[in-house]
T-cell receptor, first 114, second 111 residues
Framework: QKEVEQDPGPLSVPEGAIVSLNCTYSNSAFQYFMWYRQYSRKGPELLMY????GNKEDGRFTAQVDKSSKYISLFIRDSQPSDSATYLCAMSRGSGGGADGLTFGKGTHLIIQP | DAGVIQSPRHEVTEMGQEVTLRCKPI?????LFWYRQTMMRGLELLIY????????DSGMPEDRFSAKMPNASFSTLKIQPSEPRDSAVYFC?????????FGPGTRLTVL
């Protein structure tokens, strides 16, 4: 079993819909949780960063972490065609991810239909 | 401000040849990471450095892979000899605090 599981999709939704992306993990040592967005043939870029359990909101994006269930989510409200990309969840055990290697899910390919 | 710089952007080589990938981290960042991305395995950590010192190389697949960071502004990942299964996109990332910034990647094809 991989440490981090993520449905690869593709997930196709109409413009304006609410999108829900999820990951599960098996290692209870993970403390820092991130969501990266990756456009085709580009490097990943950080979208959201959370520590431990709870919610964090940034504009149209909301990240949720439930450590008891080992489950994290990313919600995108009012989805736009420009949100079409691959979304990768990532986790680390310590140092806030900055000085510690990240463990990634395989990514979910999201398509927003105009 | 320039981001993480990787070179070359594309590399096509034949099995058995030596391949060297290069990375220039963002100025002032003290952590550097090498990742590999394939369709089958996703994005995987190979090795990372803090203050130019290798911290964890447990992700390096075999002795054919080696990485160095001779100074704060340069790192290399070398594959010798290369094999077709090494074909992937190799990313370098750097950080100073909690955010890792990724470069554009090097797309390696080994024939």
């Amino acid at each position: 079993q991989k440490e981090v599981e993520q449905d690869p999709g593709p997930l196709s939704v109409p413009e304006g819909a609410i999108v829900s992306l999820n990951c599960t993990y098996s290692n209870s040592a993970f403390q820092y949780f991130m969501w990266y967005r990756q456009y085709s043939r580009k490097g990943p870029e950080l979208l959201m960063y959370t520590y431990s359990s709870g919610n964090k909101e940034d504009g149209r994006f909301t990240a949720q972490v439930d450590k008891s269930s080992k489950y994290i989510s990313l919600f995108i409200r009012d989805s736009q065609p420009s949100d079409s990309a691959t979304y990768l969840c990532a986790m680390s055990r310590g140092s806030g991810g900055g000085a510690d290697g990240l463990t990634f899910g395989k990514g979910t390919h999201l398509i927003i239909q105009p | 401000d320039a981001g993480v710089i990787q070179s070359p952007r594309h590399e096509v080589t034949e099995m058995g040849q030596e391949v060297t990938l290069r990375c220039k981290p963002i100025s002032g960042h003290n952590s550097l990471f090498w990742y590999r991305q394939t369709m089958m395995r996703g994005l995987e950590l190979l090795i990372y450095f803090n203050n130019n010192v290798p911290i964890d190389d447990s992700g390096m697949p075999e002795d054919r892979f080696s990485a160095k960071m001779p100074n704060a502004s340069f790192s290399t990942l070398k594959i010798q000899p290369s094999e077709p299964r090494d074909s992937a996109v190799y990313f370098c990332a750097s950080s100073r605090t909690s955010t890792q910034y990724f470069g554009p990647g090097t797309r390696l094809t080994v024939l």
